[in-house]
């Protein structure tokens, strides 16, 4: 992308993170950093409070206690739609694109809700309207949607859904990307797309952190991998080390 | 090799998402076959294709040669199918006697196989440990005698020696000319005499041939 | 005061709560009944059964007619009411409107409008076959003289044979439940549905059984019910559905807590009568009295959260709350406006224009087809657009018309008699932030659960501000002098619709109205892609109590005066159904819709809009995305199946595909082509 009118670069980190449901802590006190530049994956079985600390993240579950920064800003106390704007971008495991809004149309809300203004008219609205139009076809272009922008969302395969929510997320200008279990759904083939799409968002200096099932992918992806159990980091450090750790097979299961 | 049931170029969508992405699977007559996949691979969604428990978005289900789109879950269950599901497989509130009692008829031979369920029958599903609920879910499909039967990872939670007995039951059963389809994460050892070992990988089939042919190492029984 | 005297009054004082009491059981052993009805439906159908009070209304019509008509003996008339005829209705419904949407795996909204088609529907019949005119003489089976209790207290008998139907009811359901084959196979049932199924229970035998119980009771409240009132198509069911508070209390589930809050419910409104604050309280006091089950059904609905009965575990976090369908053409927006949407807009135009031509009786009519296409309006910004449900958009109609009145009246405090038009604009710009009252709600809230708690506040408006003393006397709407012609009072109409419009279009178009399809579409993904979801709720649900308020207040000032009736919470059911079923988010829709209410009823005979309507809502299984989606292609195919990639095949597994592949050849040649894929 045109980094003229990007973010600088920014890491994510969670201090101390504790979330709890009737008592139970889901999460209990955990730290959590996504690098610029890096690919890093959060991996535990079921019920290990991975999914928490995504929400946790993502500003859709306010925590307990302990801190989330975005770039050494305070993003604690903001709702989710605000971390969006400051460049905390996220996808769904369970796709999220606007079935009867266009594949271009998808991408543009993205685009154009990456500022809270809105109808501003004048220079400054015409710029911000370039401006949206150039990331629209931006994010477009670089997953190939150009040929599918004005068909309807709701009717295509698992497969351009992925990438039309990815675009949709990217045309916003993110400095983070949280994704959740980014190849569920996907065939072998798609996923080795997706590999080479998500290193290519690391390489332009993005932060990438995913939830992820699949220890496979994983091992294939992540430079960094954090471990969790019960609410708790078991492991953390990078990939081939972490994966290995007798503590997460264990917990985990056969890996690889 | 006869076969008793079969998908073809099968495809299961959830929403957005498509879990099966057009599979053959072929699952022989009185003959227990395993499906191996890890989290995600399809497993599920291919058995709950087979029960009807998601509606195929293209491809077929196949019974004994016919097709089963018409046939809602009920209606399957009453030709002779049955499936355990992996997760609540028991009706929480019903006591365990009633769970095996909605079964169907075989409960006396269920509580032959399992006697450690003897003791639970007036309890309360509901209030059983995770194993106990999943000898109670697999003791009700086959306390319905199936023709069909099909299992997603019924060893979660029980013991490996229970686990054994039930693969053994599972074996003498196929001979008996049940059928019987098995999802796993890999193969236990004590299905070494499974017929056929399906592999899914990300929605598709990636192997399908006899548990003693060289699986791919991931799936493999662990050592 | 001697000692005997105080005695005298505690006594008194004791047996007149005793007596009220009693009496207060006459409503709260029917609101008992109503809970219980429709709990067990609920539990045994997974759907609550809205059409509850239409169902009461319906039966007891029958009932009426049966006995008072055609001169039955009263006990055959009710055995034929209770034990045939409703069982039979709740059946039919199941198989004809809710067995489908089950089939097709539709969410709890679009079950809803089901459930309102039915509603309205049957309201409709009931006004075809019966008249809109409130009817008296409602068989009272068990009415009589009072039994007398010790201690001088009188008791009905007909609240005796309620209380014994609640105690039968009960004990029948436990024992039922408890010691049959088919109580084990409903309580499977209720536990897990989907593990039901799996275990051969036929679920669709279930819950006909369950809609059957559930209309069986419900025409139980409607008997009980219509002694005490006359008769009207719209009385009967609001009453009923107000006593869904007890259901709601009780989350859907428990049938002795149904039971105590419809009892404790009846008794409370009952003593609230010794309450008699002096001065300026008191109509506020009387009021709460007579409407204990509207605060109630209120309170519920906002303490219930944002889930009720376990609604929505199954739906997708981002589930569409209905099935809309854009079609192309109103996606490329006004600019190019194809082939159908042209079309529409120009049926819209002509059907608007034609009444330029009517006079007399036609024209007054057709005065309120542009005030009512601008109240369905706000229903497509909230429903259509935002995705959000609002079954209270009546009661913001008649905020508009009962301010545009009290202000043109002089009786706003401060404020000195007001022309029409600048009172109906502080109306409106006053009203608009009462959108807030059901915007706020909506934040957290989806589904079944706002739509109970918007029709509670729609409800609340009728009662605590509409049919009030100062709202229905001495009241002037009376137009301008320059719009006292009808003709150009019309044309004035269709200046303000096309604004409405203009205003619409605004919110469907652009920035915002991508933002606002995106959070119809999916809500967290909304989010995600950094829209202000609560911001732009409560801006939907403002935007619409303004455009409700402006089409209430024509209404007001085409017929002159301010009529409660005429922004009846039933009345709003039925206008959410007719936008439904036109397409919910189709403006032009709307206005047709206003169009087609207007003319059916005006044009043939009262009730007939109703009874189409209903129908169409009701079939909403069948026809899903309401009308304007029907000139629309059903989703395209399917691109063309990549080939699967070949598999690695052990001699095994070549076998087993060789197997299939010959049975599939098999099978092919049998059945011939049909079987080729």
Redesign the interface.
């Given at each position: 992308m045109n980094n003229s009118h990007d973010r600088p670069a920014a890491r994510l980190t969670a201090r101390g993170v504790v979330r709890r449901y009737g008592g139970i802590e889901a999460v209990g006190g955990v730290d959590l950093v996504a690098r610029p530049g890096r690919i890093t994956a959060l991996v535990g079985p079921n019920g290990a409070g991975k999914s928490t600390l995504f929400d946790c993240l993502a500003g859709t579950v306010r925590p307990d206690a302990g801190r989330v920064l975005l770039g050494g800003r305070d993003v604690t106390g903001l709702p989710a739609h605000r971390r969006v704007r400051l460049g905390l971008a996220r996808t769904f495991q369970q796709i999220a694109v606007f079935p009867t809004l266009s594949v271009a149309d998808n991408v543009r809300v993205g685009a154009e809700q990456r500022t809270g203004r809105a109808g501003r008219t004048g220079p400054a609205g015409r710029a911000e309207a370039r401006d949206v139009a150039e990331r629209t076809v931006e994010a477009l272009r670089l997953f190939g949607l150009q040929g599918l922008a004005a068909e309807p969302a709701g009717a295509q395969p698992t497969g351009v859904l992925r990438l039309v929510e990815l675009a949709r997320a990217l045309a916003g200008g993110p400095r983070v990307l949280l994704l959740d279990e980014p190849a569920a759904g996907l065939d072998a083939a798609q996923t080795a797309r997706l590999v080479s799409v998500l290193r290519g968002l690391a390489e332009r200096g993005m932060a990438l952190l995913l939830v992820e099932h699949d220890a496979e992918l994983v091992a294939e992806l992540a430079d960094t991998v954090y471990a969790m159990a019960a609410g708790r980091m078991v492991a953390a450090g990078p990939t081939a080390t972490v994966l290995a750790d007798p503590r997460v097979t264990r917990a985990w299961g056969a890996v690889g | 090799?006869?076969?008793e049931a079969?998908l073809?170029?099968a495809r299961v969508?959830?929403?957005?998402?498509?879990?099966l992405?057009?599979v053959?699977l072929?699952f022989?007559s009185a003959a227990v076959t395993v499906l191996l996949g890890?989290?995600?691979a399809g497993r599920t969604s291919a058995l709950h294709a087979l029960?009807g428990?998601v509606p195929l978005?293209?491809?077929?289900a196949?019974w004994r040669?016919r097709d089963l789109g018409g046939l809602?879950?009920?209606q399957r269950?009453?030709r002779g199918l049955?499936?355990v599901?992996a997760e609540?497989?028991?009706?929480?509130?019903?006591t365990v006697a009633?769970n095996l009692?909605?079964?169907?008829p075989g409960h006396d031979e269920v509580i032959e196989l399992f006697p450690e369920l003897a003791p639970l029958l007036p309890r309360r599903a509901g209030t059983l440990s995770g194993g106990q609920q999943q000898l109670v879910a697999v003791g009700?499909a086959l306390a319905?005698c199936p023709a069909l039967l099909l299992l997603d990872e019924p060893e979660r939670g029980l013991a490996p020696a229970v686990a054994a007995r039930l693969h053994a039951h599972l074996l003498a059963a196929a001979t008996d000319g049940r059928t019987v389809v098995l999802a796993a994460?890999?193969l236990p050892r004590t299905l070494a005499g499974a017929a056929?070992v399906h592999v899914l990988?990300?929605?598709?089939?990636?192997?399908?041939?006899?548990p003693g042919?060289p699986l791919p190492k991931?799936f493999a029984t662990?050592r | 005061m001697t000692a005997a005297a105080q005695l005298a009054t505690t006594t008194d004082s004791l047996g007149l709560t005793v007596d009220l009491a009693l009496a207060g059981l006459t409503v709260g052993s029917a609101a008992a009944l109503s809970g219980i009805g429709l709990v067990v439906c609920h539990r045994a159908t997974g759907v609550l059964n809205i059409a509850q009070g239409a169902q009461a209304m319906a039966v007891a019509y029958l009932l009426r007619d049966l006995v008072v008509v055609r001169h039955w003996p009263v006990w055959p008339a009710v055995a034929c009411c209770l034990l045939l005829v409703a069982p039979a209705l709740g059946v039919l419904l199941d198989v004809l409107v809710y067995r489908p949407l089950q089939r097709r795996g539709a969410g709890p909204a679009e079950t809803m409008v089901a459930g309102l088609g039915v509603f309205v529907l049957l309201i409709g019949v009931a006004v075809l076959l019966w008249g809109a005119a409130p009817l008296a003489g409602a068989p009272s089976p068990l009415g009589g003289a009072a039994i007398r209790l010790p201690g001088g207290h009188g008791l009905r008998p007909d609240t005796v044979a309620q209380l014994a139907a609640i105690l039968l009811l009960g004990l029948t359901v436990f024992a039922a439940t408890r010691w049959t084959r088919f109580g084990l196979r409903l309580r499977a049932v209720v536990d897990d549905r989907r593990l039901a199924a799996l275990t051969g229970v036929d679920a669709d035998r279930v819950s006909a059984a369950g809609w059957a119980f559930g209309t069986f009771t419900a025409g139980l409240v409607g008997i009980a019910l219509a002694p005490y009132l006359l008769l009207d198509p719209y009385g009967l069911p609001l009453l009923v559905m107000e006593t869904m508070a007890v259901a709601v209390a009780a989350r859907l589930r428990s049938i002795p807590v149904a039971v105590a809050t419809g009892l404790g419910l009846g008794i409370a409104q009952a003593e609230l009568t010794r309450l008699r604050p002096s001065g300026q309280l008191l109509p506020l006091v009387e009021a709460v009295q007579s409407n204990l089950f509207v605060v109630a059904l209120l309170a519920t609905a906002l303490l219930a959260g944002p889930r009720i009965g376990g609604e929505g575990a199954g739906e997708g976090a981002g589930a569409a709350p209905l099935a809309v369908r854009r079609t192309g053409d109103e996606r490329a927006g006004g600019g190019g406006a194809g082939g159908s949407g042209r079309l529409a807009g120009a049926v819209c135009l002509v059907l608007l224009l034609l009444p330029l031509g009517f006079r007399g009786n036609d024209l007054r009519s057709a005065l309120l087809v542009p005030a009512l296409a601008l109240v369905l309006l706000s229903i497509v910004v909230v429903t259509g657009y935002g995705g959000q449900i609002s079954l209270g958009q009546a009661g913001y109609a008649g905020l508009g018309a009962l301010g545009t009145a009290l202000l043109m009246s002089g009786r706003v405090p401060g404020v000195p008699s007001l022309p029409a038009a600048p009172a109906l604009l502080i109306a409106v710009l006053a009203t608009a932030p009462l959108g807030l009252l059901t915007g706020w709600p909506a934040i957290r809230r989806r589904g079944l659960a706002l739509a109970l708690v918007t029709f509670a506040v729609g409800t609340a408006m009728s009662r605590f501000v509409f049919q009030q003393p100062y709202a229905t006397t001495g009241l002037v709407l009376d137009r301008p002098s320059f719009l006292a012609g009808d003709r150009a009072f019309y044309l004035a109409e269709l200046l303000l619709l096309g604004l409405g419009l203009l205003t619409v279009r605004a919110l469907h178009r652009g920035r915002l109205g991508r933002a606002l399809t995106a959070m119809r579409d999916h809500e967290p993904g909304a989010v995600a892609a950094g829209v202000d979801v609560p911001g732009l709720k409560l801006l939907a649900f403002v935007a619409g109590a303004a455009l409700a308020a402006l089409g209430g207040g024509l209404i007001g000032l085409a017929g002159r005066a301010f009529d409660p009736a005429a922004f009846d919470p039933v009345r709003g059911l039925l206008w959410f159904a007719a936008v439904v079923v036109a397409g919910a988010d189709s403006a032009l829709a709307a206005v047709l819709a206003a169009a087609l209410l207007i003319g059916l009823d005006a044009g043939t005979v009262a009730g007939v809009s109703a009874v189409a309507v209903g129908a169409l809502a009701a079939a909403i299984g069948r026809l899903p995305g309401g009308l304007a989606a029907l000139p629309v292609p059903r989703r395209r195919p399917p691109p063309a199946l990549p080939a699967l990639p070949p598999s690695r095949l052990s001699p095994t597994g070549r076998r087993v595909r060789a197997a299939i592949a010959t049975r599939q050849a098999g099978r092919v040649r049998k059945t011939g082509e049909d079987g080729a894929s």
């Open positions: - | 090799m006869p076969v079969a073809r170029s969508r959830y929403g957005p998402l498509e879990a992405h057009g053959d072929a022989p890890r989290n995600g029960a428990v978005s293209g491809g077929q196949l040669g809602s879950v009920h269950v009453r049955a499936l599901p609540r497989g028991v009706f929480g509130s019903l009633e009692g909605l079964g169907g009700r319905a994460q890999s056929v990988h990300r929605g598709e089939v990636a192997f399908s041939g006899e042919e991931r662990p | -």
